[in-house]
């Protein structure tokens, strides 16, 4: 159990457009959600708390309106990256918090983003 | 605040020799330790969780961690290393809900 899956798994787009990233619990529902960029050879970092029904909450430096996040569902959020460019290329990884276990959090695949 | 010290970048060993993979933590309330395993491209995987249990964890694929209060550490091992386990491993503490990640270690297995 508590899977977590992303979509897609890889994505390359052109510099100017918008590239949008799926995040689903497979099967728990997720009130909480969050979203990790991580670069090459580096640790995750961690860009927003997603919270089913209400706004994101952004960390520190996070560009609220280049990185939209929707968490429409309680099994689905989304990461919208506006206006890519190829500084935006990178690994993004979603995990979804178990709902009974504040402090446990599941993992997706990672999405891997270039822009060109 | 929460925070991982994670000593080590790369630790190299070879096939069948122990495995230890050093981490330290610092928390201003009773933490939650996670020890996450990353392959190259893709997500994390949980090896084990400290939860104020037992302070000896035992987690998947023969890893276990012992969680010592008094050195704020929660040091990762393995008895007898494999090739498989070669990949890039996260220590994490738990605070306020979110996870902080250490900086990661490598592990490099030889034949």
């Known amino acids: 159990g508590a899977v977590v899956s992303q979509h897609p798994s890889r994505v390359i787009c052109k510099s100017g457009t918008s590239v949008k990233i799926e995040c689903r619990s497979l099967d728990f529902q997720a009130t909480t959600m969050f979203w990790y960029r991580q670069f090459p050879k580096k640790s995750l970092m961690l860009m927003a708390t997603?919270?089913?029904?209400?706004?994101?909450?952004?960390e520190q430096g996070v560009e609220k309106d280049k990185f939209l996040i929707n968490h429409a569902s309680l099994t689905l959020s989304t990461l919208t990256v506006t206006s890519a460019h190829p500084e935006d290329s990178s690994f993004y990884i979603c995990s979804a918090r178990f709902p009974t276990v504040n402090y446990e959090q599941y993992f997706g695949p990672g999405t891997r983003l270039t822009v060109t | 605040a929460q925070s991982v010290t994670q000593l080590g970048s790369h630790v190299s060993v070879s096939e069948g020799a122990l495995v230890l993979l050093r981490c330290n933590y610092s928390s201003s309330v009773p933490p939650y330790l996670f020890w996450y395993v990353q392959y190259p491209n893709q997500g994390l995987q949980l090896l084990l969780k400290?939860?104020?249990?037992?302070?000896l964890v035992k987690g998947i694929n023969g890893f276990e961690a012992e969680f010592k209060k008094s050195e704020t550490s929660f040091h990762l091992t393995k008895p007898s290393a494999h090739m498989s386990d070669a990949a890039e491993y996260f220590c994490a503490v738990s605070g306020f809900q979110k996870l902080v990640f250490g900086t990661g270690t490598r592990l490099l297995v030889s034949p």
């Open positions: 400290y939860t104020s249990a037992a302070t």
């Open positions: 997603s919270n089913e029904g209400s706004k994101a909450t952004y």
